[in-house]
């Protein structure tokens, strides 16, 4: 059962830390506006429009990214007080033990922690969605694909030059190449498409193909046909050539597990950033309680003079979490490191330091 003194500091957390992500969360809006203000002036949005449409979606983005600062933030904040108000040496000297002190501040990082889960598995595909389809249309972003493979389904193996997957219009150079698996198992080359350009739009499978070779491997020969223009359906759409990898983030639990078997198939290159999705979004929210433990260490007994050092050092802990997750998030997605591992190594490497910290807090 929880006690009064349970009560009091589990209200004290939560409190801190809705004032805390809403203070920080304007602050953010506020730079955001001033950065793209330009691009939302050419939109003729109104401005609930662009709440509706953009920031309802951004706010939540930002505030999940953000969470594990928040609440080591909240828990230190909380605990310095408590220790500053000699409350913290009220409660031990009754003979409640340390481990039982910790239990009110885990409960209320608990709630928090049912909130984030509810987040990342709930309200961020949708928001992501809104954040997305906002920037795609009024704003500016990296979006042309150069020199890609890759393998669009057994057997069929597409290349082109360049692809813009945000108008998602048109392909250069495209060239299709259709393998045939032989009774001795082995792959032979059967036929190839290529076209200058290939039209088409990003509902459909139909192309219109401009400057069009097209070579059959057969018994007795080669055969090339040639065609000034080709209107046909492809096995594949424009959708299917590549993608912003954001918007992996749109996507919801079932749809992530179901889109990296199908790229897995592919072979495709963004199959590690779905994986890394997938593990972070039960990940991220476990972490609040390794920050929690960390938070109550290093705050827990400081003199008066080391109060700023004891909030420097949870924000330099948070922010080394951060380079570590980033850190292992290249490594995955370049170097081939397991991308389970990469998820969850900088929350071990936090869980080691927060052990350490609990082990030399005085009790």
């Not at 193996?157 to 198992?185: A, H, P, R």
């Not at 979490?321 to 490497?349: E, H, K, M, Q």
Request: charge should be positive; charged fraction near 20%.
């Amino acid at each position: 059962m929880l006690k009064t003194i349970d009560k009091y500091i589990i209200k004290k957390v939560l409190k801190t830390f809705v004032f805390s992500i809403l203070a920080v969360l304007c602050i953010i809006v506020v730079f955001d506006i001033s950065e793209k203000i330009d691009d939302f002036l050419k939109t003729n949005l109104s401005v609930l429009d662009l709440v509706t449409e953009y920031y309802s979606g951004f706010v939540v983005y930002i505030g999940n990214m953000f969470f594990p600062l928040f609440v080591l933030i909240t828990i230190v904040m909380v605990t310095l007080k408590l220790n500053q108000r000699s409350e913290i040496t009220a409660i031990l000297s009754t003979g409640i033990s340390f481990n039982r002190l910790l239990l009110p501040f885990f409960v209320a990082v608990g709630v928090i922690v049912a909130f984030s889960f509810f987040i990342n598995f709930v309200m961020l595909p949708k928001a992501n969605q809104k954040r997305l389809a906002f920037e795609n249309v009024h704003t500016n972003y990296a979006s042309i694909l150069s020199g890609v493979h890759f393998e669009i389904e057994p057997g069929t193996i597409v290349s082109y030059k360049s692809y813009n997957f945000k108008e998602m219009k048109s392909v250069t150079e495209l060239w299709i190449d259709n393998y045939e698996k032989s009774d001795d198992n082995v792959w032979k080359l059967k036929s190839t498409l290529n076209a200058n350009y290939a039209y088409g739009d990003s509902t459909t499978t139909f192309f219109s193909l401009k400057n069009v070779t097209e070579r059959y491997l057969l018994d007795n020969g080669d055969s090339v046909v040639k065609h000034l223009s080709l209107d046909t359906n492809l096995t594949f759409g424009l959708k299917d050539l590549g993608q912003r990898n954001e918007v992996i983030s749109t996507m919801y639990y079932d749809e992530l597990l179901a889109y990296r078997d199908k790229e897995k198939g592919k072979g495709s290159a963004i199959v590690p950033y779905v994986e890394i999705e997938i593990y972070s979004r039960t990940a991220n929210p476990l972490s609040l309680f390794i920050l929690a433990l960390l938070g109550v260490c290093i705050s827990i007994s400081p003199a008066r003079s080391k109060v700023g050092l004891t909030i420097l050092l949870g924000i330099g802990s948070v922010a080394l979490y951060f380079v570590f997750n980033r850190f292992a998030t290249v490594y995955a997605t370049n170097s081939g490191l397991n991308t389970f591992l990469a998820v969850w190594i900088p929350n071990i490497i936090l869980l080691v330091f927060a052990l350490y910290l609990y082990w030399r807090t005085p009790k």
